[in-house]
């Protein structure tokens, strides 16, 4: 089977797209080419795979960089996804075969997400839509797309709303804690990218759906008390009252709101917004990615704090 080997990747800094670029340089067979804007800090490993082009992202620009490989990765964030049109669109005239559309997240295929947070997931629609036809009109180009989920060793470290506050041993379980997610690491991101384009006959033009592991906030609870050795202070908060705050604080443009309906599309007892696939209908195997128990995932993430 074909290794698509000549990459180009966008958003090669950013918080999946490090972990993107660490997968593919574990494989000597993949030669990278970095895109990154002209204004950009950001700064990238020195290696003999790595090409780096800053530039413009004018469509001229893009289709000279485009050219002579075999796949464009997109893992930039969630504000410039909507810019994923233009790189598909050149992406197709540079003679691309592959574009890896940046879905990371929950699945737009089978999953029914807060009707406020619905706009983001529509501009994933129309990027899907978009590669969806020009495969059919073109065989030469084709697309593939990866449906995760939370994000969980990430929300661990980093969001404090997700629950968990781990320097102060403190959690908030949304209404009893037990509602179910499937969840991934940032690693087992960067291991399915690379097996996308690893199997690329079997991964061509599909929606893909891995997960790291299956939980709730509960277990977590349990898995984190066990391994700090103490018992966290609890707290409960009633979803509806939650959801109810962050609509209000959304229609104002506050950040807090957007974390309140997040957590509520994730933690509603008895919502079943959050599993993206079972195990049985996952593609781990296909990916190279591999479940684990919600306490392996804690003690990484606890591995990552000076104190605990």
């Known amino acids: 089977m074909e290794v698509l080997s000549k990459v180009v990747l966008i958003g090669a800094a950013g918080t999946v797209g490090s972990h993107v670029l660490k997968a593919l340089l574990e494989d000597e067979r993949f030669k990278i080419t970095i895109l990154s804007r002209l204004d950009s ?3 990238f490993p020195t290696h003999s795979n790595i090409k780096l082009v800053r530039t413009e992202y004018t469509v001229a620009n893009l289709i ?27 992406a197709h005239q540079a003679g691309v075969k592959r574009f890896v559309l940046n879905d990371y997240g929950n699945s737009i295929e089978n999953q029914i997400g807060l009707p406020e947070l619905e706009h983001f997931r529509n501009t994933r629609r129309e990027c899907l839509a978009l590669v969806k036809r020009i495969a059919m009109e073109d065989d030469g180009f084709s697309w593939s797309s990866l449906a995760t989920g939370n994000f969980i060793d990430y929300s661990l ?54 997960r790291s592991t299956e939980t709730c906030q509960r277990e977590i609870l349990e898995a984190l008390q066990e391994q700090t050795g103490s018992q966290w202070e609890v707290r409960y908060e009633d979803s509806k009252v939650m959801y109810e705050r ?13 974390l309140d309906l997040l957590v509520t599309q994730l ?23 591999q479940e684990k128990d919600i306490s392996v995932i804690v003690a990484d993430v606890l591995a990552t704090f000076d104190t605990i």
């Open 41 to 43: 800090t950001s700064t």
């Open 64 to 90: 000279q960089t485009f050219q002579a490989h075999d796949a464009v990765i997109s893992v930039t964030g969630v504000q410039a996804v909507s810019q994923q049109a233009t790189w598909i669109e050149a």
């Open 157 to 210: 470290k980093k969001y404090v709303a997700f629950g968990f506050d781990i320097p102060a041993r403190k959690a908030r379980l949304v209404d009893d804690g037990t509602e179910r997610l499937s969840a991934v690491t940032l690693q087992d991101i960067g291991a399915a990218v690379r097996g996308i384009l690893r199997q690329s006959e079997t991964t061509k033009n599909r929606y893909l759906h891995i």
């Open 246 to 258: 962050g609509k209000e604080a959304f229609a104002k443009g506050e950040r807090s709101g957007m």
């Open 267 to 289: 933690f509603q007892k008895g919502s079943g917004r959050s599993i993206v696939v079972s195990r049985q209908q996952s593609d781990n195997g296909l990916l190279g990615v």
